[in-house]
């Protein structure tokens, strides 16, 4: 509450010119990211035949060709074209494609096999609308996190303004307190829940006001989740010092300290297998009362600078129910489990992290959250628009 309407007055002033510095770009990220809460079904529906197989989930269930195989398939069709893979797909699905990323290549970024046969079937660069409206959604992705601006630049500058917005959540807060010269919690709460109605009648300029104020109130919560979240993915130098003050942080990835020949696919799946199994045995005797219980594999990716195997998983720690985010670091010389990181109940910096990747990126709660993230993201863009409104015509006003 202020004691005085010039108290007031500042925050306003402020609310107003970090919206005005912020409109343009929450505008676009915002109607970017209401279509981006269903980019996967998006992505699946524009490209059947890069996603869906030939065979169908009940013509072949899970009869797919070794991991390695099909490794090997998508490392020679991509060499042919200077590319390189790192990554070993592991995340098979009934009647669905394997997906590869590839680097070094100037043809396509992204190609992908059939797992039940390992014919190539179809590769692309990943949002380039030259190769196709199939990039559409991709297209949309880049566009919501980097403006399409080279070098990082465009990632940095929306990082910034993801700052912003989540410095302009308290202050818009603010905005809202009434002023009163003699307190008290019972005539603040009384004056305060003003802000938060609405009246659907009102037209006009009053109408834009009244909804930027109340809805902004209603949803507080996720929008400050939502911009906070931007930071973490598009500033990450202000994001992790932040977070791991506040809460314990995971140390780093592990390092073998040695250039020993790495062990083949087959090998390095089986260590990292018997090394998962391994790693829930740790938990389970460190923390007895919360067992962890594995699902589907994601990938096993080489990291050459650190000579070790990354191996991601599924497993009862994660957030949400389909997207793999554990993981285990074995030594790519001999299987030696290194390092297991969990996605929650381990180290609450990441779990913390965790779950705003997954509310940001509407992977948990299913299909009502998802509604509600791509509503969410049409608001943002309202918010902005309606706050350019209203200072346009509060700017007429003085004139």
Known sequence: ???????????????????????????????????????????EWLNPTLFFTPQTASQQGDNYLPASELYHAAQQYSARYGGNISTVALDFSPGKSLRYYVSGSEQFNRVFINPYTAEVMGSRTWGDLSQGIGNLPGFIYKLHYTLWLPDRWGVLL?????????????????????VSKQPSLRQFFS??????KMRWHSRGFSFHFLLHRAAGLWL????????????????????????????????????????LP???????????????????????QQQPEQPIHSGRERSLRYIASANTFQYRFHSSRDVDADIARSVVYIDAHNGELLASYWPSGQYSATTVTQWLYALHMAEVFGWPYQLLVCLLGLMVAYFSYSGVKIWWHKRRKRR
């Open 220 to 259: 507080w919560a996720l929008l400050f989740i939502f911009a906070w979240s931007s930071v973490a993915f598009n500033l990450r130098d202000v994001y992790k010092p932040v977070t791991n003050t506040l809460f314990s942080a995971a140390p780093a990835a592990p390092v073998t300290g040695h250039q």
């Open 1 to 43: 509450m202020f004691s005085h309407a010039r108290q007031k007055q500042r925050f306003v002033t402020l609310h107003r010119y970090l919206g005005l510095t912020a409109a343009l770009f929450l505008i676009i990220t915002g109607i970017t990211g209401a279509l981006l809460a269903y980019y996967h079904e998006l992505d």
């Open 262 to 284: 790495p062990m083949n696919i087959d090998q390095a799946l089986n260590a990292a297998r018997q090394a998962r199994g391994a790693a829930i045995q740790q938990q389970a």
């Open 158 to 178: 929306l990082g910034i303004i993801a700052l912003l917005w989540t410095l302009d959540c308290f202050i818009a807060i603010a905005t809202t307190l009434p």
């Open 191 to 196: 004056r305060w829940q003003q802000s938060f």
